[in-house]
């Protein structure tokens, strides 16, 4: 199954420290685990698990993002594996949507609990429909 890889980019008026902060806030609310940590990079992932196709909630399937911080901007290299039966690319919406909730939290202070629940409602919602449908063709 290909890859899910998505490129986010968007203006960053915080300085490094706040917005570190707000991205580790961010990740480890949905338990990423910290890879790399340096002055202009973070790196989260989530790991594979021989459960992985029972997920129903995309942000836990395996991954890892990339961010990088430069004096004005946040570079966001996204890269999903999907659970082993339904491809991450049926998700492409719920994906912007979640680093577009990221995205206000650092800029505007919103808060994403409430946004990324109700995206999170849909998409483990399309998971189910979709596993249910793949089982029935068998």
Aim: charged share 25%; aromatic share 20%; hydrophobic share 40%.
């Amino acid at each position: 199954m290909e890859h899910y890889k998505k490129t986010f980019r968007f203006k960053n008026d915080l300085n490094f420290d706040k917005t570190k902060l707000k991205i580790q806030k961010y990740f480890k609310f949905y338990n990423f685990q910290i890879l790399k940590q340096e002055e202009n990079n973070l790196t989260f992932f989530k790991k594979f698990s021989f459960l992985s196709g029972w997920k129903f909630n995309p942000i836990d399937w395996e991954s890892q993002v990339n961010i990088q911080l430069t004096e004005n901007a946040i570079t966001i290299k996204y890269v999903n594996e999907g659970n082993a039966q339904i491809t991450p690319f049926a998700f492409n919406e719920f994906f912007i949507s979640f680093f577009t909730n990221l995205q206000l939290y650092i800029n505007k202070s919103i808060n994403f609990k409430e946004n990324n629940k109700a995206i999170l409602k849909k998409a483990k919602q399309k998971v189910v429909y979709n596993s249910a449908h793949i089982s029935s063709r068998f």
